[in-house]
């Protein structure tokens, strides 16, 4: 019982996958740079770590109770365990810290060459894929973010096993224990909800409860609902303990083929339903699905495990389910938002930057209005990009839309970019009705932004706009992004509180701008420093 009640933490000190296992993945980072505290436990002398996101951290109960907690319930056709709500490890306070901030000193010129990291939104499929298989998958170029993190927590708290080799992130989900993932991980990540399709593909039954994420907007579920109970799930929407989605194959054994048309392409609604095909009997056919690299990416990872899917990248899906896939090694594409990112920095500062370890093809929209705003843009080499930028860009409309348009993820960056270009511009948001959260805290760097509904209408620099430094608050993980360029851009000293956001989609993003010349310095704000 112990070890299942332990089953929501990070890792477990004496486990196969223990913390050390992981978190040295990043060698470049220390424990105590990760927030993991050593410490004793009980009479029995019993040890354990404990992975801390921002000021929370998970408690895990000590051998000498655990008996006492709630016996899970026992699925008699899988034999699997589901834990029971009442005997997950409760969330407790951290000990007392100041958060962290970033201090920017604007005015500065970036020049040199920067690495652009393995994609989050990628990884976080991928993994969430692992479980299909019944062997181990190696995966490589997995980024070191919060996100990535909580990930591995819902993969541990149903059985899977992680650890590092050389490079490499090994996920092994041979030994599945429950059909129940983590609520309370759970809840804070979207993109874990993705894992529904993955176990009630392979085992028949989930248990998952209602996702969480970035406050950017309606995210519904009814496409991942309605898909499944297309490929042969009956699913009930259970509205307690802040609701779960409980899917089992009807026929009691697995999912049948079948054919479903998205109202809308949405990227997790496709990448849940791939899954759940994958391993279901018959063929399934998926209509109006995302093209996004993200989706590919999946596709290829689970075709080298032995999946037959074929159309990734385009409007229709074709998926012949098999038995069982097995084990993969597998490398997970670049961040395209990550590199739009630092193509926006170079913009925003008027700088020359190159950059390496990105698809170039990947990224035809954002390079396209760059262009047209005056950056000069060359590919440099197959996976190589230059960006250079003169002193007076243009302003130019912009509308975000499902790939290959403009990213919504770069949406905010854009619009902190059209603040320093001359003239005026709308930025119009059609994928998320909430996603314009950060003007209110670009307005506080004196940016001329007004909006109405989906629109912001953006005075540029010869309009009014002169970005000035002051206290702002990062509201989510692209709204922090685009503050970061606006504070390197204005004038005087920016403090952007809020900073674990940005850790949630970023690499050592600080780091990296530090390494091309931004003056930028993380550190604790005080609460004078706090914005209210």
């Not at 994420?213 to 995210?219: M, P, W, Y």
Request: charged share 20%; glycine share 8%; hydrophobic share 40%.
């Amino acid at each position: 019982m112990a070890g299942l009640a332990c089953s929501c933490l990070a890792l477990n000190h004496h486990s196969w996958g223990n913390a050390d296992g992981i978190l040295s993945a990043w060698p470049s980072r220390s424990l105590h740079a990760h927030g993991i505290a050593s410490r004793r436990v009980g009479s029995s002398g019993f040890s354990r770590r404990d992975l801390r996101f921002s000021r929370w951290t998970f408690a895990c109960p000590t051998p000498a109770h655990a008996h006492a907690q709630a016996a899970p319930v026992i699925h008699e056709k899988n034999n699997l365990v589901s834990t029971n709500p009442s005997s997950l490890p409760p969330l407790t306070r951290a000990p007392a810290s100041y958060p962290e901030c970033l201090e920017i000193q604007g005015g500065t010129v970036l020049s040199g060459h920067v690495q652009i990291s393995g994609a989050k939104n990628s990884a976080l499929a991928v993994l969430a894929g692992a479980l299909c298989t019944n062997d181990q998958v190696s995966l490589r170029m997995v980024p070191d973010l919060h996100d990535i993190r909580r990930m591995f927590q819902v993969l541990q708290s149903v059985g899977v096993r992680i650890r590092r080799e050389a490079c490499d992130i090994v996920i092994d989900s041979r030994h599945i224990t429950s059909v129940e993932p983590c609520p309370d991980v759970v809840r804070k990540l979207r993109a874990s909800f993705f894992v529904i399709g993955a176990l009630v593909g392979r085992q028949g039954e989930a248990l998952v409860p209602l996702p969480g994420g970035c406050n950017i907007g309606a995210r519904p579920i009814d496409l991942h609902v309605r898909g499944l109970q297309a490929l042969g799930a009956q699913v009930k929407i259970r509205l307690v303990m802040h609701g779960k989605v409980h899917a089992r194959a009807a026929n009691g054994s697995k999912l049948v083929g079948g054919s479903f048309c998205l109202d809308y392409p949405s990227v997790g609604a496709t990448e849940t339903l791939m899954m759940a095909a994958a391993l279901a009997d018959g063929k399934s056919t998926l209509y109006n699905v995302a093209q996004e690299p993200e989706v590919v990416d999946l596709a290829e990872f689970l075709n080298s495990c032995g999946a037959n899917i074929t159309g990734a990248g385009t409007k229709c899906l074709s998926v012949e389910g098999v038995p069982r896939l097995h084990g993969t090694s597998f490398t997970i594409i670049p961040d395209r938002i990550e590199a739009g990112t630092f193509l926006m920095a170079a913009a925003i500062t008027r700088s020359s930057i190159s950059m390496s370890r990105v698809v170039p093809r990947h990224l035809v929209a954002v390079v396209s209005k760059l262009q047209q705003i005056g950056c000069k843009i060359v590919q440099t080499a197959p996976d190589g990009l230059e960006v250079t930028c003169g002193s007076r860009l243009q302003s130019l409309d912009v509308t975000t839309l499902p790939y290959p348009g403009f990213p919504t993820d770069l949406q905010p960056q854009m619009s902190s970019l059209m603040t320093t270009c001359c003239g005026q511009s709308i930025v119009e948001e059609t994928v998320f009705e909430n996603r314009m959260r950060h003007v209110e805290e670009l307005q506080k760097l004196r940016a001329k932004i007004r909006v109405s509904k989906n629109l912001a209408f953006i005075s540029g620099k010869d309009q009014g706009s002169s970005l000035y430094g002051a206290p702002v608050l990062a509201t989510d993980l692209r709204a922090g992004a685009a503050l970061v360029l606006a504070g390197m851009a204005g004038e005087g000293v920016t403090t952007i509180e809020g900073v674990s956001h940005i850790d949630r989609g970023y690499e050592k993003l600080d780091v990296k701008l530090a390494k091309l010349g931004a003056k930028l310095t993380r550190k604790a704000c005080l609460p004078s420093e706090l914005t209210l």
